[in-house]
Structure formats: C-alpha cells, structure tokens
C-alpha cells in the first residue's frame, strides 16, 4: 500500500483524473498544431475555432449541395421516401461513420505516442487512474469530433425539413462510444502486460469487437426506428441493400455479417499496416508495459551522394524522407485521405444514373476532393520544415524552394487526379476546366499562404520563431474553406465567379497578414522583454 | 593584394527593433581570417545581429556586407560563402547525419565527389562515424550540435557564424568542436561566435567585442581591452563586468 498515493483515495483521484483531463486536452490539441507552435491557450483555443469554422462551414456547404442537385420529389413528406434521396442520404450517413470510426483510430494512436511522457509514466499512478484519464479524454474527443462531421450533417437534414432519420445520428454517436470505451479497456489493459507482439494480437482482437458492437447498435437503431412507427425506416434499409457494393459499411451497421467480414478485413490490413510503418508510434506503450522498450533501428542506406546532386534534387529528396519517417505526418496524410474515400463514393452516386447526373455538383464534388488533397500537401509541407534556419541561410532563394516543394505536391496531386479528371473531361469539358480553374485558385491560395508563414516564420526574434500559431489557423481555414467556396459558385453554375473568388482569398492574404503580423511579433516581443 | 584587405564583415549602422531598439546603429568589422567573439550579456543583441548578418532578419536600417557582397543586393551569393549555426541545432530529426550533410551539400551545390570527401572527414573529425546512419532524433542535444557544426562546415564557407556553438557540450565534445574550429581559422576561415562562455572566448578569440543594449561598448584584443581598463592582469570576466556595469549605471 502506498499511502502516499492515496491519502484521501475518492478525492485524490478525481482530482489527478481532472488533472488529467486538462493535461489530455491541452496535449491534444497542441499535437495537431503546425510543429513548435505551442503558444498559449488563446493560440490553440483560436486554432480549434478556425479548423471546427472551416470543417463546419465545409460540411453544410457540401452537404447542402449534395442534397440540392437531388430531385427529391416527394420525399420530404413524410412516408413517401424517393430512392435517389435515401441514397444519398446513406451516403452522408455512411460519410459520417466512416470518418468518426477512423478518427477514433487515430485518436486511440495519438493518445498512445502524444500523452504518454516520460512524466506520466514515471509517476506513482495506479492503473486506475491512469486508465480513467484516458478513458474520459478519448471519449470527449471522439464526441468532439462526431459533432465536427455529423452536425452539419443534421442541420442541412433540418433544413430540408422533417426527415424522420435524424434518429440514426446518436445511434452512430453511440457506437463510436461503445467502440472506442471497449478498444481502450481491452488496449490499455493487456498493453501493461504484454509486449510488442501480444499487443498487436491485441488489436487485430478489438476490431472485430468495435466491429461487432457497431452492428449491435445498428441493429438497435432498426428496432428504434420501427418502434417509432416510421415505415419509411424499412424502405431506407431496403434500399441500401439493394444499391451496390459502396454501401457494404451501412450493412455492416444493421448486422450483416458479410459485409462486417469486409470491414474487418479492411481494418486489420490498416492496423497491420500501422503497425508495421509506424512502430515509433508504440514506444512509450511499451514503457508502461514494463520497461520493454522498442526502438526501431535506423535505416540508413537509403540514401546516396546521388540523391542530393542539386538543390531541387536535395529538397524533394529530404521532403518523402522526412515524411515518410515522421509518423505524425503519415497519420496527417492518412487521416486526410480518408475523407476523400466517401467524397468518391458520392461521386459514385451521383453518377450512378447518367441520365439525372447533376454535372455541377459532379465538379463540385471533385473540387472539394481535389482541394483536400492539395491542402493536405501544403499543410505537410508546413509541419515537415523542422529546419527554417538551415534553409532560409542557404544560398537557394525562397522562391526557388516553395516552387520545389510545390512541384512535388503538384505532381503528387496530378498523379492522383488525372484519372477523374479525364473521366470528367469526357462527360463535361466545361466542368473539367472549371475544376483545373479550381485547383488553380486552391494552389495559389495556399501557397500564398505558405509563402507568408515561411517568410514570418524566419523574420521572427529568434525565442519566438516556433510560436506561430497564425498561419497554420489560416492554413487550417482555408483548406475547409477553399473547397466548399468553390464547390458553391460551381454548383451554382458560375464559372466567372471564380474570379471574385480567388481575388477575394488573395487579397484576404494580402490585407490581413501584415496586420497579423504585425500583431504577433509584438505580442511576442512583449512577452519575450524583461519587465 | 585586395581580397586580403577586404574584411569578412562590414557592418554600418545596423539596426533593428521590435517595439524598442534591440540593435541600435551597429558599426562591426570583422576581418577575414580571424576568430572573433562578440559576448554580452542576456538581450544585449548579439544574437539578433548574427541572424541579420545570416540573412534570416531583415534589419530595419544600416548595411551589411560579407566579403565585400551587399547582402541586402546580393543576398544568395552572401550565403554562398557563410553559414550559420544556431544555438539550438536546427537538423532534421528523422534523416541520420550523412543523409543531413549530404542534403546541405546539395543545398550549396557543392560536387559529389568533394562532397563524399568532406562528408567522412567532418563525420569523421566530430567523432560522428559510428552514429553517421543513426537518426538525428535519438541524439543528444551535443551530438546534434555536433551535426549542426558538420552540416555548416560540409561547404567550406568562408564566414562561419556561431551562436553558442559549445553550450550543452561535455567537456570532451567542446575540445573537439574547438579544435575543428582552431583548424577552420588556420585554414583561412572566418568565424564570428557568441559565448557567454568567457574562457573560451579570452583563450580563442583574435578579436572580442562586447555589446550592450544593441550597442558594442569595447572591440579588440584581449590587450586592447585591457589597456582600455587600465588593467594589464584582469581577465576577460573582470573586463566585461565592469563594462556592462559601468554602461548600466550611465544608461540608469
């Protein structure tokens, strides 16, 4: 017994768990920040504000325009449900429960590698408490990040009017909970316990749990909804069954064990693909698990004299590097690709009857999809700099290396997008040329925004150059903001209006950051002057 | 013969200020081939102004010049010839010391085969060969400025700009990082440092200069700035006291 520990046992650990819990968040939120800016709280209060803003506005106007090229017919009125509409409807569903499931993944990831310090796991804290802290957090995140997805999703339901399906939101919110509160006990309990091996075997055995009570719950919700008498719930049901592969994850949902076996299948890859690249990630795991310690050896013949011939050569080379070996990066690219997963999906059921094919709301959807993963580039690009310094004092001009890192996203993306686009440009050369537009505005946007954070980065006093928490908010803002905007004017079918749009972004750049600035070398100055 | 008269470092009436004047009409030579400290204490300015000479702060007025280049004119052919070593080693965490100072050659264009060479004998030299395929992210904060110092040296610039290159080193790794930069000045290049290390600064310096409140209160050599004291026999610690001191009770 240590009565140091627990002098007063009730008190002591709802007050270290409250401890916890703030010390969770704090950490949380800090580790999605760009790298070094840890500033304050009003930094990453403001920084949270600028990503819900943007993901929001994001998730309204796409949602908005998802359901607004849809003839609905008399599917408002209720008992009378339209296919088209149920379809779509599942395929927002199905986007919700896809990103909230992947992010509880990630955030059971990122609670392992960012808040388990040397500190914590040093300190006299008995399983319990240490278990609980966790438990809350990850369970308050994930909630967090629910609402981020799914409440635009239900006001634009809302504003649509009276659709009785709402019901389904909190049956989703509730499987992520059970999910997530299952994975962690099972995790957390056997991680202590056993080392490397026994705990990967310890996740391939949580998914199919989470899988398993995921179904339950679907099947909960059916009962929920026919309980309400809604016999429009059947149809929906009917209906998703019956419309293609894309919707194997909604059957997983009500509980059929096909699809669930797909689902398994596709997370067990993912999580053995973790675990293979990512080991670093398990780390301090292992430290609680006893001192068992795993350090991944170096890998250092990857790279030749070769590879480094010229400056452009050095600066792509150093950029895959440096992400490919940065695990937080890799879960960045990953966590943003996933979005964009179901965003194909609904392209899949836009298109799937050609003779109702909504060519704006096509465009739009592959501007959203193109401007995701072009922010994701810039977004890497900014939290890969770990070395301002070494650059900003070598003889290659800051113009010269924005473009590299530029080309390098540019290729990445026209590798990935061509196909679409072609398949685009086949169908409608109009709208394959606004999205090339769109791309255009969506790069020039950001790299004006990237230009300024490295210019500001460096022309900083020298204490306060990592604490710069501005430009990653508007980075962050942007990239959600970017793509719904141009999603809007194309759905509206006015290409021109692309042009007061990127005037509009440019100059926003423009006229506000001297003044944040400005703004943020005094306020830094003032709290880095002696009294 | 000119290019020995040209001076490493030309500073005119450089200055920069954040709300209040941190570096305040700065005038500083430097000539080339010599060691040369510039101590202070705590907010006097010295990183301030090795950053300004380093190309990543804009000053707000004055000039700068390295080896007669015009930095603000010419900036990229000012950085061919200089680099710079901050106090926090700035690498990248995830590459291993050869992969960084292979990417710092190619940064500053340097040729494959000399690259190679300079590669194993910096790596070599700092004592960093048995860890040259280790990640930077498993390094103590000496071993990294170690690497920092390799990756600075790999171009074989002519101005070496240091920014407390020995703080957080054991004993044993400073000796090393003097001795390499003994070999630099003996070699014909130019380092401008900062300590606040006085030793190291009384026992490497050609030149010293002191500065205070963006200011350099005293420059030259260690005899200089003792007869400048009227003291033959105080060290470089009683100097800079006084100095400071003294400029402190004017300026109070």
């Known amino acids: ?531 | 013969m000119p290019q020995l008269e040209t001076n490493a470092l030309d500073v005119a009436n450089l200055c920069k200020a954040y709300g209040h004047p941190v570096v305040d009409h700065l005038n500083l030579e430097v000539r080339a081939g010599e060691l040369f400290a510039l101590l202070g204490s705590n907010g006097a300015g010295k990183t301030t102004t090795l950053r300004m000479v380093a190309g990543l702060l804009q000053p707000d007025a004055g000039q700068i010049q390295i080896f007669g280049i015009d930095c603000s004119k010419d900036p990229i052919a000012a950085r061919k010839i200089s680099a710079w070593v901050p106090d926090e080693p700035a690498i990248y965490d995830k590459l291993t010391p050869q992969e960084y100072l292979t990417f710092v050659a190619g940064l500053w264009s340097v040729p494959q085969d000399l690259a190679k060479a300079r590669t194993e004998e910096l790596l070599s030299k700092l004592e960093l060969s048995d860890i040259a395929h280790r990640r930077c992210e498993e390094f103590s904060r000496g071993m990294k400025q170690k690497v920092a110092l390799a990756g600075a040296l790999v171009h074989d610039p002519k101005l070496l700009l240091l920014d407390e290159p020995l703080t957080g080193l054991d004993a044993a790794m400073a000796r090393i990082v003097k001795d390499v930069l003994d070999a630099r000045v003996r070699a014909g290049a130019t380092i401008i440092l900062t300590t606040h290390i006085l030793e190291v600064a009384e026992r490497m310096a050609d030149r010293i200069a002191i500065m205070h409140q963006g200011r350099i209160v005293a420059n030259g050599t260690l005899g200089e700035l003792r007869a400048q004291a009227g003291n033959r026999d105080a060290t470089l610690e009683d100097l800079f006291l006084r100095l400071v001191s003294t400029k402190q009770a004017l300026s109070a």
């Open chain 1, 1 to 531: 017994m240590n009565a140091r520990l627990s002098p007063n046992p009730p008190t002591a650990s709802l007050q270290l768990i409250q401890l916890f819990l703030v010390n969770e968040w704090v950490l949380f939120w800090r580790a999605f920040q760009p790298k070094g800016s840890t500033a304050n709280w009003r930094g990453i209060l403001s920084n949270r504000l600028f990503w819900m803003a943007g993901v929001f506005l994001a998730g309204h106007i796409f949602a908005y325009e998802t359901l607004k090229g849809i003839d609905f017919g008399d599917a408002l009125k209720p008992g009378l449900p339209d296919s088209q509409f149920l379809i779509i409807l599942a395929s927002l569903t199905f986007y919700s429960i896809f990103v909230v499931s992947t992010n509880i993944l990630a955030i059971t990831n990122n609670l392992f590698q960012v808040n388990n310090n040397d500190l914590v796991l040093t300190a006299p804290l008995n399983f319990g408490i240490y278990f609980a802290k966790q438990m809350i957090s990850g369970i308050f995140m994930n909630f967090v990040f629910s609402c981020y997805f799914l409440l635009p999703l239900v006001d634009v339901l809302m504003l649509f009017g009276g659709i009785g399906y709402i019901q389904m939101i909190p049956a989703a919110l509730a499987v992520c909970a059970c999910a997530y509160l299952l994975a962690m006990t099972l995790t957390l309990a056997l991680y202590r316990r056993f080392n490397m091996r026994a705990a990967a075997r310890v996740v391939r055995i949580s998914v199919p749990i989470i899988l398993l009570l995921g179904s339950l719950a679907g099947q909960t919700s059916r009962f929920y909804i026919t309980s309400l008498g809604r016999a429009h719930g059947y149809d929906l049901f009917a209906h998703l069954h019956r419309n293609g592969w894309y919707f194997f994850p909604v059957h997983a949902f009500q509980g059929s064990l096909g699809a669930l076996a797909a689902m398994l299948m596709l997370a067990v890859v993912a999580f053995a693909l973790a675990l293979r690249f990512q080991p670093d990630r398990y780390r301090q795991v292992m430290l609680i698990a006893g001192g068992q310690t795993f350090t991944r050896k170096s890998v250092g013949q990857s790279l030749s004299l070769q590879d480094f011939q010229s400056p452009r050569r050095s600066v792509w080379r150093k950029e895959f590097l440096t992400a490919r070996r940065n695990p937080f990066l890799m879960q960045q690219f990953f966590s943003t690709l996933i979005p964009v997963v179901p965003a194909f999906m609904s392209l899949g059921v836009t298109l799937h009857s050609l003779a109702h094919v909504n060519w704006p709301g096509v465009a739009a959807l592959l501007g959203y999809i193109s401007c995701l993963i072009t922010g994701l580039f810039i977004k890497m690009a900014l939290l890969n700099e770990g070395a301002v310094d070494l650059l900003a004092s070598s003889p290659v001009s800051e113009g010269l290396l924005i473009r590299y890192k530029l080309q390098q996203a540019g290729l990445l993306v026209a590798c990935i997008f061509s196909g679409p686009w072609l398949a685009l440009a086949w169908f409608s050369k109009s709208a394959a040329l606004a999205l090339v537009v769109a791309d255009i505005v969506a790069f020039a946007a950001l790299s004006v925004i990237y230009i300024a954070y490295r210019g500001n980065t460096v022309d900083m006093p020298r204490l306060k150059q990592k604490r710069l928490p501005i430009f990653g908010m508007l980075a962050n803002f942007a990239i959600c903001l970017v793509a719904p905007g141009l999603a809007f004017l194309l759905a509206l079918g006015s290409w021109w209006a692309l042009l007061p749009l990127a005037l509009l972004l440019i100059t926003l750049d423009l006229v506000l950051e001297p003044e944040l600035r400005k703004r943020a070398v005094s306020k830094v100055f003032r709290l880095a002057s002696p009294a």
